[in-house]
């Protein structure tokens, strides 16, 4: 199917099932520990062993020997398999730092070696007694010095690094009121529950392979070209996912080892990643620095607006694209931005939830309170004022569907924004008490997504597409888009997801999973209702799909009966054609947060915050609404404790593990409400829908830096805001 222009009315906009609150489908599964996970399947006919990594024990350099002698010798040891075994391997498409194989060291904990044995406890002690010895070399490990040679990238994904506008300079230095400050955001980790995890099992030269993936064709096609093996030849599964905020969309070295460790030793071998691997092996959300200036007319209207980023990773890597939102979220004639990438030897800096916009709304969300401030404009008003419905570097091409404003005047008026005082002017007890707002912005991603839709003698539907499911919801949603198109209830509706044998779908990343997902279901299902009408004689553009029957004039026959005893099936792909480049596709909102900051330590806590999110038609409020506060939750980290600490002698993240990376908890979060707009965008697909699960985090934390300096006066422009950054600054205690 390819969609080219705006939607019409459909069968998804009878709203029977689609956009009510259905409870997850798979909840039961999960809730009573049915649910399979990577690690977790198990066959109890089946001999798995178990695969330890070892991890290079520097950051840059070259491996001179290894000796695996003691730990080949080692009780229950079947295989050692070292990166010197296995050679120079070619890179996958997706991956910056090669995952296995050769001499070269890229990063900290890169893998080389994997030692097979018969338990987990006997694989993880033979590990600790293989030998390497590095010839070390010296690497770039800190941002703030690497930025002076920094480079500037040919594109951004398809997108130039730098724009301009009008005149920035002229304007800037014209301007009756203009404010420059730089911000920085640290490198964070995803942290997810679920580790990166894997089984292994050969059958000859065929490889079956179960892991946590969120793009099982990208994973698939990248352990393809790492073991040089025909990628007909793998059949990946990743049904249940526990998390993945980005971490999972590209191949892990899990996947590469257990696949190694397996053939070497001639069993299924299931390999887990220990969590300081997860830190300093996989990818993370590289660190910034940002500088922001604006400049604007006593009204408030910005006449000047400039980001400049920089930001870090390994030769060949890529840019943290912090300054993208800026050249969409507010108008005024005058515009700058620039991103430079320096290089730095860390482990990859990759994708994290909302990449770009995450920790660029960090920074610009600051900013333009801070602006605010500097005009004496309320917040909320001083946003307002500068909405634009069309792309301010593009006049001529209006937004598909935009309302901010909205946003930020409900919000305004359900979170009491009214009583918001003067900073450091209100408070209880022993806390200063302060209330913030920040803009949300995240653009509308489109990208292909096949599925197949079969019908049965029964009347059952059943959805197979290799769409994966990282605890957002995505198997309801689509049972949800099935159960409408075909006029069945969800009870007739299976869902199958996680497979390389199923359709090649849009997968779960970007914000996109769940508008394109559902599209390409939308699109079989078309499919599958002209194959039933075929059959039948009827004409498909008048056949009523209802109450398990299809309906065409005075005929009604039950699905059950159309299928027959062979049963029918439809399969498509969605495609996407210009829509995106005449009209901007982008979700907004507006976030509201209270806090309260202890007047003697500095301690920040959350008291409340809120969202209101205008992101197309909501699929699901229930799967929606989980998505919003748990991205709201982890903007609550990011603000607050979320920090990955750089040795910037030897070049690794020191707190790599939940002890020392410090992740909100269930005491860190009090009351969360979220609103959805009532709307629809027929620029984006016939779902209408677009994303919401990164929205929820983008400005958040600047919403919580912005409270806290409104409880407290003190501005901090270096996240994470701790304690140590406030408490000088706290006014007397008395």
Same mark, same amino acid.
């Given at each position: 199917?390819?969609?080219?222009?705006?939607?019409?009315?459909?069968?998804?906009? &009878?709203?029977?099932?689609?956009?009510?609150?259905?409870?997850?489908?798979?909840?039961?599964?999960?809730?009573?520990? *049915?649910?399979?996970?990577?690690?977790?399947?198990?066959?109890?006919?089946?001999?798995?062993?178990?695969?330890?990594?070892?991890?290079?024990?520097?950051?840059?350099?070259?491996?001179?020997?290894?000796?695996?002698?003691?730990?080949?010798?080692?009780?229950?040891?079947?295989?050692?398999?070292?990166?010197?075994?296995?050679?120079? *391997?070619?890179?996958?498409?997706?991956?910056?730092?090669?995952?296995?194989?050769?001499?070269?060291?890229?990063?900290?904990?890169?893998?080389?070696?994997?030692?097979?044995?018969?338990?987990?406890?006997?694989?993880?002690?033979?590990?600790?007694?293989?030998?390497?010895?590095?010839?070390?070399?010296?690497?770039?490990?800190?941002?703030?010095?690497?930025?002076?040679?920094?480079?500037?990238?040919?594109?951004?994904?398809?997108?130039?690094?730098?724009?301009?506008?009008?005149?920035?300079?002229?304007?800037?230095?014209?301007?009756?009121?203009?404010?420059?400050?730089?911000?920085?955001?640290?490198?964070?980790?995803?942290?997810?529950?679920?580790?990166?995890?894997?089984?292994?099992?050969?059958?000859?030269?065929?490889?079956?392979?179960?892991?946590?993936?969120?793009?099982?064709?990208?994973?698939?096609?990248?352990?393809?070209?790492?073991?040089?093996?025909?990628?007909?030849?793998?059949?990946?599964?990743?049904?249940?996912?526990?998390?993945?905020?980005?971490?999972?969309?590209?191949? *892990?070295?899990?996947?590469?080892?257990?696949?190694?460790?397996?053939?070497?030793?001639?069993?299924?071998?299931?390999?887990?990643?220990?969590?300081?691997?997860?830190?300093?092996?996989?990818?993370?959300?590289?660190?910034?620095?940002?500088?922001?200036?604006? +400049?604007?007319?006593?009204?408030?209207?910005?006449?000047?607006?400039?980001?400049?980023?920089?930001?870090?990773?390994?030769?060949?890597?890529?840019?943290?694209?912090?300054?993208?939102?800026?050249?969409?979220?507010?108008?005024?004639?005058? *515009?700058?931005?620039?991103?430079?990438?320096?290089?730095?030897?860390?482990?990859?800096?990759?994708?994290?939830?909302?990449?770009?916009?995450?920790?660029?709304?960090?920074?610009?969300?600051?900013?333009?309170?801070?602006?605010?401030? /500097?005009?004496?404009?309320?917040?909320?008003?001083?946003?307002?004022?500068?909405?634009?419905?069309?792309?301010?570097?593009?006049?001529?091409?209006?937004?598909?569907?935009?309302?901010?404003?909205?946003?930020?005047?409900?919000?305004?008026?359900?979170?009491?924004?009214?009583?918001?005082?003067?900073?450091?002017?209100?408070?209880?007890?022993?806390?200063?008490?302060?209330?913030?707002?920040?803009?949300?912005?995240?653009?509308?991603?489109?990208?292909?997504?096949?599925?197949?839709? &079969?019908?049965?003698?029964?009347?059952?539907?059943?959805?197979?597409?290799?769409?994966?499911?990282?605890?957002?919801?995505?198997?309801?949603?689509?049972?949800?888009?099935?159960?409408?198109?075909?006029?069945?209830?969800?009870?007739?509706?299976?869902?199958?997801?996680?497979?390389?044998?199923?359709?090649?779908?849009?997968?779960?990343?970007?914000?996109?999973?769940?508008?394109?997902?559902?599209?390409?279901?939308?699109?079989?299902?078309?499919?599958?209702?002209?194959?039933?009408?075929?059959?039948?004689?009827?004409?498909?553009?008048?056949?009523?799909?209802?109450?398990?029957?299809? &309906?065409?004039?005075?005929?009604?026959?039950?699905?059950?009966?159309? +299928?027959?005893?062979?049963?029918?099936?439809?399969?498509?792909?969605?495609?996407?054609?210009?829509?995106?480049?005449?009209?901007?596709?982008?979700?907004?909102?507006?976030?509201?947060?209270?806090?309260?900051?202890?007047?003697?330590?500095?301690?920040?806590?959350?008291? &409340?915050?809120?969202?209101?999110?205008?992101?197309?038609?909501?699929?699901?409020?229930?799967?929606?609404?989980?998505?919003?506060?748990?991205?709201?939750?982890?903007?609550?980290?990011?603000?607050?404790?979320?920090?990955?600490?750089?040795?910037?002698?030897?070049?690794?993240?020191?707190?790599?593990?939940?002890?020392?990376?410090?992740?909100?908890?269930?005491?860190?979060?009090?009351?969360?409400?979220?609103?959805?707009?009532?709307?629809?965008?027929?620029?984006?697909?016939?779902? /209408?829908?677009?994303?919401?699960?990164?929205?929820?985090?983008?400005?958040?934390?600047?919403?919580?830096?912005?409270?806290?300096?409104?409880?407290?006066?003190?501005?901090?422009?270096?996240?994470?805001?701790?304690?140590?950054?406030?408490?000088?600054?706290?006014?007397?205690?008395?």
């Amino acid at each position: 199917m390819q969609f080219d222009k705006p939607a019409t009315t459909n069968p998804i906009d &009878r709203l029977k099932v689609v956009g009510q609150p259905v409870h997850r489908i798979d909840g039961q599964l999960k809730a009573t520990g *049915r649910a399979k996970y990577a690690y977790e399947w198990h066959d109890p006919n089946v001999p798995y062993v178990y695969g330890y990594p070892v991890g290079a024990a520097i950051a840059k350099g070259h491996i001179v020997s290894m000796d695996v002698s003691a730990a080949k010798e080692a009780p229950g040891v079947l295989a050692v398999v070292t990166a010197l075994d296995v050679g120079e *391997r070619k890179k996958g498409k997706f991956n910056t730092a090669k995952l296995f194989g050769g001499s070269e060291i890229q990063h900290y904990h890169q893998a080389v070696a994997v030692v097979v044995a018969e338990t987990f406890e006997q694989a993880r002690a033979a590990a600790a007694l293989v030998r390497v010895e590095y010839a070390e070399e010296i690497g770039a490990f800190d941002l703030k010095d690497a930025m002076k040679t920094a480079i500037k990238p040919k594109d951004v994904g398809g997108a130039p690094p730098d724009t301009a506008v009008g005149d920035f300079d002229g304007a800037f230095k014209a301007a009756p009121v203009s404010f420059d400050a730089t911000y920085t955001t640290p490198d964070q980790s995803h942290s997810m529950m679920e580790p990166h995890a894997s089984i292994a099992v050969w059958d000859g030269e065929a490889l079956t392979i179960w892991t946590s993936a969120q793009m099982i064709d990208w994973w698939r096609s990248d352990l393809a070209t790492t073991l040089d093996v025909e990628k007909e030849k793998i059949h990946l599964m990743s049904p249940f996912i526990g998390g993945g905020f980005g971490g999972k969309l590209f191949l *892990r070295a899990d996947a590469v080892l257990a696949a190694f460790g397996a053939k070497a030793a001639r069993r299924p071998v299931k390999v887990a990643l220990p969590r300081p691997f997860m830190v300093n092996n996989t990818t993370h959300r590289p660190a910034t620095i940002q500088r922001v200036r604006i +400049a604007a007319e006593h009204t408030g209207k910005i006449t000047a607006i400039g980001h400049e980023s920089w930001s870090g990773d390994l030769p060949g890597g890529q840019l943290e694209t912090a300054a993208m939102q800026t050249r969409l979220l507010y108008a005024g004639e005058n *515009r700058m931005t620039a991103m430079r990438l320096a290089t730095l030897d860390l482990a990859e800096g990759n994708a994290m939830r909302a990449p770009g916009e995450a920790p660029g709304m960090m920074a610009l969300e600051i900013a333009m309170d801070e602006m605010a401030e /500097k005009l004496d404009i309320d917040p909320v008003e001083f946003r307002i004022i500068n909405d634009t419905q069309v792309d301010p570097e593009k006049p001529e091409r209006p937004f598909s569907h935009r309302d901010l404003v909205s946003c930020l005047r409900l919000g305004a008026e359900r979170f009491g924004w009214s009583d918001r005082g003067r900073p450091a002017s209100r408070r209880e007890g022993n806390w200063l008490i302060g209330l913030g707002v920040a803009a949300a912005f995240r653009n509308n991603l489109l990208v292909p997504s096949a599925a197949r839709v &079969r019908l049965d003698h029964e009347g059952v539907i059943t959805v197979e597409t290799d769409m994966t499911d990282i605890g957002t919801g995505s198997y309801t949603i689509i049972a949800q888009t099935a159960a409408e198109m075909m006029g069945v209830p969800i009870e007739k509706v299976v869902v199958r997801l996680g497979d390389s044998r199923f359709p090649v779908s849009a997968g779960s990343g970007g914000q996109f999973g769940a508008n394109c997902s559902t599209t390409g279901v939308y699109a079989a299902c078309v499919k599958l209702r002209e194959a039933i009408a075929q059959k039948l004689g009827f004409n498909s553009e008048d056949a009523t799909f209802e109450n398990g029957e299809v &309906r065409s004039g005075n005929r009604s026959v039950p699905l059950a009966e159309a +299928a027959g005893s062979e049963g029918l099936a439809g399969e498509d792909t969605v495609e996407w054609a210009k829509l995106a480049d005449s009209h901007q596709q982008s979700t907004f909102g507006a976030h509201f947060v209270e806090v309260g900051v202890d007047i003697a330590t500095g301690e920040s806590r959350i008291r &409340r915050m809120l969202a209101v999110c205008a992101a197309g038609r909501i699929l699901n409020p229930i799967t929606a609404r989980s998505q919003v506060v748990g991205a709201m939750t982890m903007g609550v980290g990011s603000a607050l404790s979320e920090e990955l600490a750089v040795d910037v002698g030897r070049g690794f993240f020191v707190n790599h593990d939940l002890a020392g990376y410090e992740v909100p908890v269930h005491a860190d979060i009090p009351h969360q409400e979220v609103i959805f707009m009532d709307e629809t965008d027929p620029y984006s697909s016939p779902m /209408k829908a677009k994303g919401i699960a990164e929205l929820g985090l983008c400005g958040v934390s600047a919403a919580i830096a912005n409270a806290i300096y409104n409880a407290t006066g003190v501005r901090v422009r270096e996240y994470p805001i701790t304690l140590d950054k406030l408490i000088g600054g706290l006014p007397d205690v008395t």
